[in-house]
């Protein structure tokens, strides 16, 4: 028998459990990623000093880009970790992380009261948060991808796009809430903490409940494997890197492309409508939130599409349909709410084609014994050199009055990841085992 024989026969109300606890602490770490990008506005001059309001958004959003530098060393340290010690382990001390940086942040001083200090604190709460949100990823893929019944593997392993929206439409929720609830000068004087506040409490539940999680039976059946050869050295793994330098490269080249476009209309479209067009800022935000829940029902349904059709069919719909569609979505954009929702839900549909079979596709690519490594490095560092910098691209590029530069350069990407998605090998209804 199989250790995916086995798996498909594991208890399937372990199964579900298991897959709600990650889902869970996955959309905790989004939701605390993007509350500092949303209420980014309000408290840029509490840690910043500047009489120019522009300067220190971007200041703020530098300190947003200066997060994803640690991505990628999440992505190898937790990769690392959940290969060697366990998905489960691995999961779990990077909610605790996230939290912690959360935390941090409700609890900071200002330039008010501590000068320049302020904004070491909040780069140090950035660079804990972005170390944990390096090695969720990679863990969560590889974790669900491994329980998942070989059959339905893409519907499964797409569920954490599940919690990235249910995340960021938390997010996105809170802010309409807050605007609506208070005013102005109340959200930069203190509101801006209370969002904060509330991740790091949710993360205490986010915690336990990943703590009761069970190890998925091919990383234990691996590790059982490798209790019979010779200790991995760090070398090993640098030289098991190599050997996968194709899958690694494959996993860079689908990403690029979905990230930029994620973090370009999921987070960046709202605030751009509001400073380009004049939108009722609180309208934006609506707008954005029922955008954000087409995604939710989309990523499913192409993650199911994926395990009929096969990954790369499902794949080309969005890198083909974007590269057609990218400049009529940024047309569509005025002062209108309804505009922006449309632009929005026509993005998010192409979105999630491209998101949903990601994790089934990078489980498949890559071997039991360093899959949580490479995947975690190979996704992070797309995230933190294109997705982590594109606000701030964006953001700069919209100021000298030059934003189609920005939509040709996801345009570009969008190619790249489609010639990435033709020449790759398709992997639908290959089996994960312990040695390969």
Not at 377 to 401: D, R
Request: charge should be neutral; hydrophobic fraction near 55%.
């Amino acid at each position: 028998m199989t250790i995916h024989d086995q798996t498909d026969k594991a208890p399937a109300q372990r199964r579900v459990r298991d897959l709600v606890a990650v889902n869970i602490g996955n959309a905790l770490e989004w939701f605390d990623w993007n509350i500092y990008s949303i209420f980014a506005a309000y408290f840029a001059a509490r840690f910043f000093v500047s009489d120019d309001p522009i300067s220190s958004l971007l200041s703020t959003l530098a300190v947003f880009a200066v997060g994803f530098v640690m991505r990628p060393i999440g992505g190898w340290l937790f990769g690392v970790i959940a290969d060697r010690k366990g998905r489960r382990f691995s999961l779990t001390c990077a909610i605790l992380l996230a939290a912690g940086g959360s935390l941090l942040i409700a609890v900071a001083p200002t330039a008010d009261t501590v000068g320049w200090f302020a904004g070491v604190v909040l780069l140090v709460a950035r660079l804990v948060q972005g170390l944990a949100h390096g090695g969720e990823t990679g863990s969560a893929f590889t974790y669900l991808a491994e329980i998942a019944p070989r059959r339905h593997r893409a519907l499964w392993a797409s569920t954490p796009w599940l919690g990235v929206g249910i995340g960021t439409m938390g997010a996105t929720g809170l802010g309409v809430l807050m605007t609506a609830v208070f005013t102005t000068e109340q959200l930069e004087a203190f509101g801006w903490r209370i969002p904060f506040a509330a991740g790091a409490l949710i993360g205490v539940y986010a915690i336990w409940i990943r703590l009761r999680m069970a190890e998925s039976d091919v990383h234990e059946e691996s590790q059982r494997l490798e209790a019979d050869r010779p200790k991995r050295r760090l070398t090993d793994v640098f030289r098991e890197m190599r050997e996968n330098s194709r899958a690694l490269l494959t996993i860079v080249g689908l990403t690029i492309s979905g990230v930029v476009a994620f973090y370009t209309w999921f987070i960046f479209a709202p605030g751009y409508a509001v400073r380009e067009f004049g939108m009722d800022a609180n309208a934006s935000l609506v707008a954005g939130l029922l955008g954000q829940a087409v995604f939710l029902i989309a990523v499913p349904v192409m993650g199911a599409l994926a395990d009929r059709w096969g990954r790369r069919p499902v794949l080309l719909i969005f890198s083909i349909g974007f590269a057609v569609l990218a400049f009529p979505l940024e047309f569509l954009l005025s002062d209108s709410p309804f505009r922006l929702w449309l632009a929005m839900a026509a993005a998010s549909v192409l979105l999630a084609a491209n998101c949903a079979p990601l994790g089934a596709i990078f489980a498949e690519l890559v071997p039991t014994r360093v899959r949580a490594t490479i995947i975690g490095i190979g996704y992070a560092t797309a995230g933190a050199f294109l997705g982590g910098t594109a606000p701030y691209l964006n953001t700069w590029v919209s100021s000298i009055g030059q934003h189609w530069l920005f939509v040709g350069y996801i345009i570009v990407l969008c190619l790249i990841s489609t010639v990435v998605a033709i020449v790759m090998r398709e992997s639908k209804g290959k089996e994960l085992t312990a040695d390969g």
